[in-house]
């Protein structure tokens, strides 16, 4: 790709959203859907009979607004509620050369897709072709494999809980485990950390918490631009008194100052300050920060015993207070000041702050979680958390957000390669149908998989696998050794033009289109990052008359491959559950724990929430019934001289691997993408100067120079010795290889690299 370098850098902003937001929001929605449509589908999103958002995974709160999207919500349906299509002439003029040389954000701009489109093995395009054609060649390719683990079968955060379930079901009664999913490269880390250490790997608190919370720190993470509306939750937990603290290498606007447009004060006065303290970390401190501050809490507690720790809730429900206590004790002070970059008077200040308050919020995103040591990190927040019985009490919690939409109920479905024995034999159970038992693959694994030439096929239920996941010019020539790829898509990225021998192009139904079958218009439901499940209805004509939805789509794909394998179609009745979605609602009553009565309860004005022992009830699912306080060693990143610590980051005008536009608003980089923010000292340490062109080299142990080139160098106030470039571009820099200890997340936080000039 040609370096896109920004046309102008200014400094940060210091605050979020204010006019500026509904600017950015409403004009864009205008122009690209035009009035009309743009009140229709803004004022149903994140409402009862509207659809949700298809964008990150922040929770509505009960009491609703007219208007309950935020600036990026808005962009994100702009972009799908485009009525711009990829016509028929589009692929004649179009051949996958060219489409190979096109960025994210200019394939995202040529519109829906409406028509199934093939490769054919040896041609250089794309056709259209028929549903049947689609169906049946999906019927000959993966009905002919010799294995079933020859194939993987990818899920992105925005289907449906109805989508996901089917396709889990599909995979398995076609007998794989490979269900790669987007999750494997965000929050595994979490759901790995709080799985072994309090039994359930998902957030321990509701939305009201927020407001119920004295202290709310937030790590790792830039609601500003990743969850907009948490803002505004944010704003009501400072209006009711509580303090917040900020853990980032960047100081994010959204951190800082929120100006709530829907507020008076928003509009036309200075907002709220959000942090009462930043703690500008530097990469890879964050573990030894936490140590740091439970060692704090702990000498407070042996300076006045019985005052500090909960101990009433330590010995009913959890274990491992002596270990962590002895292994703290010899905690190295010198060792955390370097690894955080921090002095001991700020972190004495977040001890005070956490000890004073009486419910504390620890939230984080993928500034923890795409680190090597990414889970025992996580396991530190819990072990702070535990230690004053921070979890399962009002306003108090762990609170992992999630990015997209609907990835955390797509996992509750079952999208999950290595799903435990009780929701297997659910399966079979239901369906009457032996499912394989053996782990399958993740996605780091099915990209390792394609490239030893185990995967053969590769179906993607959305998302841009090769635009997400790590080193991609490994994952791009693993794509191409594949004798299949299949995407089900709404929009063009470069999933669609890396692809294998033979390539399909499945179009489907957005979350603003009405989604008809043949017993009438349905709905679908979605969980968000608090355990909130609910419906979401589609409210717009569809963009195109041949799109099918996704349940639609897989149901088919279903009986068409099953048809071809050896055992025969089977006994699941996939047309009924196509034909009406109640139906696979009522199988997810039957096979999904806590989703019993499942049609019943997603009527309901707001759903329902899922059952969780350690939020609900103090009641942690572990083997022994306990939380587990851990003992995790700490082993800061080295970074050797002359060379800085990278990041990836996303700019305010982006969604996951989705380009709105070319701009960063809040950091002041406008009109190209080819950064990298350094902090002025380094800048001039390193010999450069703001504005000078650089090759952004990585630097790892299989000695592979990988290199991101023509950055331009933003001097700019990050933590010392820290940069960031962003995602996905960056992704060339991470081997495959480079993942979190147990989550195999990539490792795309605190990369070890040197900058060369141009
Ligand atoms: S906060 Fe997230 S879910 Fe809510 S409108 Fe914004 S992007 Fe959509």
Not at 282 to 287: E, K, P, S, V, Y
Not at 330 to 346: K, P
Not at 410 to 427: C, H, N, S, V
Request: charged residues 25%; contains cysteine; hydrophobic residues 40%.
């Amino acid at each position: 790709m040609t370096p896109d370098r920004p046309k102008e850098t200014r400094p940060p902003k210091q605050w979020a959203a204010g006019v500026p937001g509904v600017v950015h929001a409403l004009v864009p929605a205008v122009r690209g859907m035009g009035p009309a449509r743009s009140a229709k589908l803004l004022l149903s999103m994140n409402h009862r009979d509207g659809f949700d958002c298809m964008s990150c995974a922040w929770p509505d709160p009960d009491r609703r607004k007219p208007a309950e999207f935020c600036e990026n919500g808005a962009k994100a349906v702009t972009w799908e509620a485009t009525p711009l299509v990829v016509d028929a002439q589009f692929w004649a003029d179009h051949p996958l050369d060219d489409l190979r040389t096109r960025s994210e954000h200019w394939l995202g701009q040529q519109g829906r897709l409406v028509e199934p489109v093939h490769k054919a093995a040896g041609s250089d395009r794309y056709v259209p072709v028929s549903w049947d054609e689609a169906f049946a060649i999906l019927g000959d390719r993966l009905g002919g494999l010799d294995d079933p683990d020859q194939a993987a079968f990818y899920t992105s955060g925005r289907a449906s809980n109805e989508a996901a379930f089917v396709y889990q079901l599909f995979a398995r009664a076609f007998g794989t485990n490979n269900l790669p999913d987007c999750s494997n490269m965000c929050h595994e880390s979490t759901g790995a950390a709080l799985g072994e250490t309090i039994g359930v790997g998902k957030a321990t608190i509701t939305y009201d918490d927020f407001a119920r919370a004295d202290l709310i720190v937030i790590m790792g993470q830039n609601p500003g631009t990743n969850h907009p509306r948490m803002l505004t939750a944010l704003e009501e937990a400072k209006e009711n008194g509580a303090s917040m603290v900020a853990v980032n290498p960047l100081p994010e606007a959204g951190l800082m100052r929120y100006k709530n447009p829907q507020t008076v004060r928003g509009l036309a006065g200075r907002g709220t300050q959000l942090a009462d303290q930043f703690l500008q970390i530097r990469l890879g401190g964050d573990m030894a920060l936490l140590q740091a501050v439970s060692r704090r809490v702990l000498d407070a507690e042996a300076a006045a015993p019985g005052t500090v720790l909960d101990h009433a809730f330590l010995d009913a429900h959890t274990s491992g207070l002596a270990e962590l206590t002895a292994h703290l004790a010899d905690l190295d002070e010198e060792a955390v000041l370097t690894a955080t970059g921090l002095t001991s008077a700020e972190i004495d200040e977040l001890a005070q702050r956490y000890v004073r308050a009486e419910r504390v919020i620890v939230t984080w995103a993928m500034g923890l979680t795409q680190h090597t040591k990414a889970v025992p990190t996580i396991k530190e927040i819990v072990n702070l958390l535990l230690l004053r019985g921070n979890i399962g009490r009002p306003g108090a919690g762990a609170s992992p957000i999630r990015g997209h939409s609907n990835v955390q109920g797509d996992r509750t479905m079952g999208i999950w390669e290595q799903m435990p024995p009780e929701f297997l034999d659910a399966l079979e159970a239901e369906f009457g149908i032996p499912v394989p038992r053996e782990h399958g693959l993740d996605t780091v694994g099915t990209v390792e998989g394609m490239a030893a030439g185990r995967v053969r096929a590769l179906v993607a239920l959305g998302g841009n696998l090769v635009g997400a996941v790590s080193d991609t010019a490994a994952a791009e020539e693993a794509l191409g050794r594949t004798d299949l790829t299949v995407q089900i898509s709404t929009k063009l990225n470069r999933s669609h033009a890396v692809v294998g021998r033979e390539a399909l192009i499945l179009p489907t139904l957005g979350r603003t289109e009405i989604d008809r079958q043949a017993s009438g218009e349905q709905l679908v439901t979605v969980e968000d990052t608090v355990c909130a499940v609910h419906a979401s209805r589609g409210k717009v004509e569809p963009v195109g008359p041949a799109l099918l939805s996704e349940v639609a789509i897989v149901t088919r794909m279903a009986r068409a491959v099953l048809a071809a394998r050896p055992g025969g179609p089977g006994p699941v009745d996939w047309a009924a559950m196509e034909r009406d979605y109640d139906v696979v609602r009522e199988h997810i009553a039957r096979v999904v724990p806590g989703c019993e009565d499942y049609n019943a309860k997603v009527r309901r004005t707001h759903g329902f929430r899922l059952p969780h022992g350690p939020r609900d009830s103090r009641t942690f699912p572990t083997p022994d019934g306990r939380a587990h306080l851990t003992v995790n060693e700490l082993a800061p990143v080295v970074c050797p001289p002359g060379r800085l610590l990278l990041q990836t980051i996303r700019s305010h005008d982006q969604f996951n691997t989705t380009i709105y536009r070319r701009d960063d608003r809040y950091r002041g980089i406008k009109g190209g993408r080819s950064v990298v923010l350094v902090h002025p000292d380094d800048v001039a340490e390193l010999g450069l100067a703001d504005g000078a062109t650089v090759d952004v080299h990585s630097e790892y142990a299989d000695g592979v120079d990988r290199v991101l080139r023509g950055q331009r160098v933003v001097a700019y106030p990050t933590a010392r010795g820290c940069a960031a470039a962003y995602f996905p571009e960056a992704n060339v820099l991470v081997p495959l290889g480079a993942t979190a200890e147990t989550s195999r997340t990539p490792v795309s936080k605190a990369v070890v690299v040197r900058l060369e000039p141009v």
